[in-house]
């Protein structure tokens, strides 16, 4: 909490200089002196809520208006895990609403046995060519081909060829559940 509340004093500043308000004016309709309001601007005086109200209330924001949260680390510490000879790197946070992985499929001499389940998937080919069985259809898709497809219909997805391939999959909840997690997780 204290790293936000070093950014009150600019906070305050910004507000001001955006209405076009001299340090005197805001003051003023504050109660406070412009030595004090400067002060608390700068970050020589501690903010308080004696002096946050009346200047929140004249600024038209709310307290938490004052503190700018600092940003959360972006980055997605999570382990790949290996599954029937797929290697699975997650890319989105544990419980993120969409899961987005990077899965690296291997070579194969036969596609997996199709299969249905609820959800929906998206596919983006990143190397190498990825052969996806969805219902009737047999195809390959290329590096910088996508697909959508829901999973009700019966598919599997498998290499194509002699190298692995690597696609960007995102999956809503359901479909995660099915390709991401072995039947002793669920």
Known sequence: MNEELKHIGPRLRELRSSRG???????????????TLSRLESGKRQASLELLVPLTRQ??????GLVTPSAPDPRVRR???RRNGMIITPLAPEGSLVATYKITYPPVAE??????????????IL??????????????????????????????I???GTRPAQA???FNSEGMRMH?????ES
């Open 21 to 35: 308000w001299t340090l005197e004016a805001l003051a003023s309709r504050a109660g406070m002196s412009p030595s």
């Open 59 to 64: 600024l038209g924001v709310s307290i938490d």
């Open 79 to 81: 382990n790949s895990v």
């Open 111 to 124: 596609p997996p046995e199709p299969r249905v389940h609820d959800g929906f998937e998206w596919l983006y």
């Open 127 to 156: 190397s190498g060519k990825l052969r996806l069985l969805l219902g009737d259809q047999d195809l390959v898709l290329s590096r910088g081909e996508a697909a959508e497809f829901d999973t009700r219909l019966p598919h599997s």
């Open 158 to 160: 498998s290499a194509a």
């Open 168 to 170: 960007l999959s995102i």
């Open 180 to 184: 991401t997690y072995t039947a002793d």
